[in-house]
């Protein structure tokens, strides 16, 4: 019979005793991450009598109820750190090789719950690939336009909660405000607030609807101001700035080492944005900045979040300046579905359509690799197929699992105070990183 009263386990994940806990674990849950680092840190005269470790989550607010952290203190100053997940493990990328090609954007866009297009657009930009289609500019475009509104609503939600954890009450309320323009579009374009299944293999699922211009426009016309009372109630806030300047600093060789990307790593000076360095869709063709820091500290975390979404509305103008005519989807019967309105009429297409959503369509023998620059860094996918019309394996760089590393880093040497701080700069979503 199993013995309720004993204490869980997580094993390998968990902190030990420093008497248990050899000086090569001990350092790296110091947050030592270069190769070759000299162990002259680890403070090897303080006892376990002296510390004490706790639990930090999974239940607490500031780690959405799924992220689990073990902290051992000396009084208030973390000494180490080690992120425990798995609290929200749902099986995605297994679960994807048993999904059509077809069904997999209902899976992946689940994944980071707050960036839903995102997960879809890499899914389908790697099915694309393999299939060696061509999609129609206009779902090119469409498909950049729909990935920078949710960049936006997903910097607004990371501004909102950001303040909410530091205690800017009146932050987290005009953030979810403020979100609510954009997701009131994408409902009116794709059905659904998240989750959307809107970016498929060979386009997307529907066109633009009627007066998308106008609605988009006043979204941009709208938000500038907004973040100009973010700045002024935060940014140059003297409570804000002893709250975040200085805070969990990382310097870009570290950041490398980790393989942190998306705005941990452009805190630290470096311009690296996979829509500049590696364009895909049509980036190339729009002018924006890489908005980048200076010290790598939770304040500039923050900075490059906010200024991010002015480059996003400004990429967003331009693609409404230059979004062309024609198809939304590329017209392929072997990957794209009958019109609805064809089925009433057409025995062919009313078995066309049974076929392609019943056993889906076969994707080409091969492996590909595919990142774009989600809100949190690089989202990679990377897809085996064996001629079927399932994927044989399927995998997620999912931004959020990797940045997570840089916590033993950033919260070595810092208050408990500032723990939660740190945890919302790195702005994990546990839907990804668990996957």
Same mark, same amino acid.
């Given at each position: ?37 000299? &162990? ?19 239940? &607490? ?98 501004? *909102? ?73 935060l940014t140059g806030q003297p409570i804000w700035r002893e709250r975040t300047q200085g805070i969990g600093v990382i310097t870009t060789e570290q950041a490398l080492a980790l393989s942190t990307t998306g705005p941990i790593l452009r805190s630290t000076g470096l311009a690296w944005d996979l829509r500049r360095t590696m364009p895909y869709l049509r980036y190339d063709q729009v002018e924006f900045d890489v908005v980048v820091g200076s010290y790598g500290d939770v304040f500039d975390r923050y900075a490059i979040r906010l200024n991010e979404v002015r480059e996003s509305i400004g990429i967003i103008r331009q693609i409404v300046d230059r979004m062309p005519v ?25 078995? &066309? ?41 399927? &995998? ?22 500032? *723990? ?16």
């Amino acid at each position: 019979m199993t013995d309720l009263t004993k204490e869980t386990d997580e094993g390998a994940q968990e902190i030990r005793a420093r008497s248990e806990t050899s000086d090569t674990v001990r350092a790296l849950e110091e947050g030592a991450v270069l190769r070759g680092v000299s &162990h002259e840190d680890v403070d090897v005269e303080i006892t376990d009598a002296e510390t004490m470790i706790i639990n930090m989550g999974p239940q &607490h607010p500031s780690t959405h109820g799924v992220l689990r952290l073990m902290l051992e203190l000396d009084g208030e100053t973390v000494l180490r750190c080690k992120p425990i997940v798995g609290y929200l493990h749902t099986g995605m990328e297994k679960q994807g090789e048993d999904l059509t090609y077809l069904q997999g954007p209902t899976n992946v866009t689940r994944m980071d719950y707050a960036s839903p297009l995102n997960n879809e657009l890499v899914f389908a930009l790697a099915v694309e690939q393999l299939l060696e289609v061509e999609i129609p500019e206009r779902a090119t475009w469409i498909r950049m336009l729909m990935s920078e509104l949710q960049r936006i609503a997903s910097h607004l939600l990371f501004l *909102a909660t950001n303040g909410l954890d530091l205690g800017a009450i009146s932050m987290a309320i005009y953030g979810f405000r403020d979100r609510e323009s954009v997701l009131a579009f994408l409902e009116k374009t794709t059905g659904l607030r998240m989750n959307h299944n809107y970016i498929r293999p060979g386009g997307v699922a529907a066109d633009l609807p009627d007066g998308w211009r106008e609605d988009v426009l006043k979204v941009c016309d709208y938000l500038p101001s907004r973040l100009d009372e973010y700045d002024e109630l935060l940014t140059g806030q003297p409570i804000w700035r002893e709250r975040t300047q200085g805070i969990g600093v990382i310097t870009t060789e570290q950041a490398l080492a980790l393989s942190t990307t998306g705005p941990i790593l452009r805190s630290t000076g470096l311009a690296w944005d996979l829509r500049r360095t590696m364009p895909y869709l049509r980036y190339d063709q729009v002018e924006f900045d890489v908005v980048v820091g200076s010290y790598g500290d939770v304040f500039d975390r923050y900075a490059i979040r906010l200024n991010e979404v002015r480059e996003s509305i400004g990429i967003i103008r331009q693609i409404v300046d230059r979004m062309p005519v024609g198809d939304y989807r590329v017209q392929d019967k072997k990957v794209t579905p009958p019109p609805r309105a064809r089925i009433d009429e057409s025995m062919e297409a009313l078995i &066309h359509h049974f076929k392609i959503f019943t056993e889906g369509f076969k994707v080409p023998e091969g492996e590909v690799y595919v990142a774009i620059e989600s809100p949190r860094g690089e989202l990679g996918c990377y897809i085996v197929s064996d001629g079927s019309a399932r994927p044989y394996r399927m &995998h997620i760089r999912a931004p959020s699992f990797v940045n997570l590393q840089t916590l033993p880093h950033l919260m070595r040497g810092g208050f408990v105070a500032d *723990a939660v701080a740190i945890i919302s700069s790195v702005d994990p979503i546990m839907g990804e990183v668990d996957r």
